[in-house]
């Protein structure tokens, strides 16, 4: 009963996580503060209970998960906001959560073989995130226009804007690089990581329309708040479990 308590005592820091992520692309450290503050209830009751058996699998899932996650986060895999929801789920989490409801077992798929929850979460929301790449690309289906055939690429991570809508936009990013040579002809490369999220405040990209240099549509890259993969990620490990452990299972044995 208390891992149904502790994931409807999560839902409401996760689901505020990604309101404030959707907004400003930033989560505030008291979310996280406040969130392990109060869940700490929850972790003493549990060493008072259950004592060493508790104890053990908080301090292995505590310290891999924080090692692991500030790996990532050095690597540039996902912000610090993101970093510090995980830890927490770590210390609230140690173990699987697995509960009753309905006359129902959940996780749906059973109990994965990898006991960390939060990699369990990390996993899915990785897992989701793969679709974001069809999503955009279905996107640019329903929108297209024959510019994109030169940079079909393009469509699975990116749109075609504007130049005039950007100071409308938040939280874009250009694909291209724009640099002017020595004879003022202008040239185009790919920008990796979606150049300049103030896209915005870069009022050259008019000159250069004015120009004739680029198009009246570039290509932009939304900033992806990931905190809402770690949410969908959170409810499907509770529901159904590690999708996966069970997808590689799946196509190994089909």
């Known amino acids: 009963m208390i891992e149904l308590i502790k994931i409807l005592f999560s839902m409401p820091f ?3 996580s990604c309101y404030s992520d959707l907004d400003s692309r930033r989560v505030s450290n008291k979310v996280w503060k406040y969130m392990l503050t109060s869940g700490s209830v929850f972790v003493f009751y549990e060493l008072f209970t259950d004592g060493v058996s508790h104890l053990i699998p908080l301090l292995f899932s505590g310290i891999i998960v924080f090692t692991v996650v500030y790996i990532l986060f050095q690597l540039g895999a996902f912000g610090g906001g993101d970093a510090k929801g995980l830890i927490v789920l770590s210390i609230l989490f140690p173990s699987y959560p697995v509960f009753s409801f309905s006359g129902k077992m959940y996780p749906l798929l059973g109990f994965p073989p990898v006991g960390l929850f939060t990699f369990t979460v990390l996993g899915n929301a990785l ?7 069809l999503g955009m690309f279905c996107y640019n289906l329903l929108h297209f226009s024959p510019e994109m055939v030169k940079t079909p690429l393009y469509m699975f991570i990116g749109y075609r804007t504007e130049v005039s809508s950007l100071k409308y ?6 694909l291209e690089r724009f640099e002017l040579d020595e004879r003022g002809s202008l040239k185009k490369g790919f920008a990796r990581t979606g150049l300049n999220f103030d896209a915005n405040q870069r009022p050259e990209l008019e000159e250069y ?3 004739g240099l680029i198009e009246k549509d570039i290509w932009v890259t939304p900033g ?3 905190m809402l ?5 959170f409810i499907t490990a509770v529901i159904s479990g590690d999708l996966i452990f069970y997808a590689v299972m799946r196509l190994m044995v089909g």
């Open 14 to 16: 996760l689901l505020y």
């Open 229 to 233: 993969s770690i949410t969908a990620g």
């Open 224 to 226: 992806l708040p990931f």
């Open 169 to 174: 936009k938040k939280h874009v990013g250009l």
């Open 127 to 133: 897992l989701l995130t793969t679709l974001v790449p």
């Open 209 to 211: 329309l004015k120009k």
